[in-house]
C-alpha cells in the first residue's frame, strides 16, 4: 500500500461543476495535510493547508480532513478552464529524522469550457 | 519580490560524477527543502534546511546531502551518479516553519540527465 494514494484520473468535469479531489494515507501519526496544484512544466504551488479535522474554506476551494478516516479531500467548486493541472496531495510526518513529506502521485484535472 | 532562483537550469553529467545545485531563497525566508519529482516515482522529498542545520530528512540514500550557509542560501550534492538519478529538483523555500507549518514556494527547478 502506498503511502499517499490520489485517484489517478485523469478527471474531466464540466465549467461550472464541482471537482472532487480525494486522497489517503497510510500513517495515522500524520500531522498536516497539503493541496499543490502543478501545471504542465511548471514547479508545484500550495493551494491548501489542512491540519484539523473538518473543512477549511479558502474562495472556491475547500479542503476537508477526516483523521479517523485518514482521507483528505479537495472541492474546488465553479471549476474553471484555468483549475486544469495535476493536484498533488502531500503529507507530512514524523520520522526518526524529523519531518518527512509524502506526496501521491497526483490527479490531472481538465475542466472543459 | 523575487521568487525562488535556482542554478543550472539544466545539467548533463555521467555516471560516477559528483553535481552540486544551488538554490536561492525569497529574500527574508530561512527555510530551504528540497525535492526530486520523476516521472516514475513523484515528487519525493530529500531534505530541509534551516539556520544551516538540517532539520527534517526523507528517505534518500547518503550520496545525497546538503547545505545551507549563513544568507539562507543553499546546495544540494549528489555524489556517484546514478541513471536513476535523472530527474527535476526543486527547492522550496518558507519563512521559518518549514514543511511542516509554512508555504513552500517553489523555485523552477534543475533538470538533472544522468548518462
Known amino acids: 500500500q502506498k503511502e499517499v494514494e490520489q485517484n489517478s484520473g485523469p478527471l474531466s468535469v464540466p465549467e461550472g461543476a464541482i471537482a472532487s479531489l480525494n486522497c489517503t494515507y497510510s500513517?495515522?501519526?500524520?500531522?498536516?495535510f497539503f493541496w499543490y496544484r502543478q501545471y504542465s512544466g511548471k514547479s508545484p504551488e500550495l493551494i491548501m493547508s489542512?491540519?484539523?479535522?473538518g473543512d477549511k474554506e479558502d474562495g472556491r476551494f475547500t479542503a476537508q480532513l477526516n483523521k479517523a478516516s485518514q482521507y483528505v479531500s479537495l472541492l474546488i467548486r465553479d471549476s474553471q478552464p484555468s483549475d486544469s493541472a495535476t493536484y498533488l496531495c502531500?503529507?507530512?510526518?514524523?520520522?526518526?529524522?524529523?519531518?518527512?513529506?509524502?506526496f501521491g502521485a497526483g490527479t490531472r484535472l481538465t475542466v472543459k469550457p | 519580490k523575487a521568487g525562488v532562483t535556482q542554478t543550472p537550469r539544466y545539467l548533463i553529467k555521467t555516471r560516477g560524477q559528483q553535481v552540486t545545485l544551488s538554490c536561492s531563497p525569497i529574500?527574508?525566508?530561512?527555510?530551504v527543502s528540497w525535492y526530486q519529482q520523476t516521472p516514475g516515482q513523484g515528487l519525493q522529498f530529500l531534505f530541509e534546511?534551516?539556520?544551516?542545520?538540517?532539520?527534517n530528512k526523507g528517505n534518500f540514500p547518503g550520496r545525497f546531502s546538503g547545505r545551507q550557509f549563513s544568507n539562507s542560501r543553499s546546495e544540494m550534492n549528489v555524489s556517484t551518479l546514478e541513471l536513476g538519478d535523472s530527474a527535476l529538483y526543486l527547492c522550496?523555500?518558507?519563512?521559518?516553519?518549514?514543511?511542516?507549518?509554512?508555504?513552500?514556494?517553489f523555485g523552477p527547478g534543475t533538470r538533472l540527465t544522468v548518462l
Open positions: 522550496a523555500s518558507s519563512l521559518t516553519g518549514g514543511i511542516a507549518l509554512d508555504t513552500q514556494y
Open positions: 500513517d495515522r501519526g500524520s500531522q498536516s
Open positions: 489542512i491540519y484539523s479535522n
Open positions: 502531500a503529507v507530512n510526518r514524523k520520522n526518526r529524522d524529523g519531518n518527512d513529506m509524502r
Open positions: 529574500s527574508g525566508h530561512r527555510s
Open positions: 534546511y534551516f539556520s544551516e542545520t538540517q532539520r
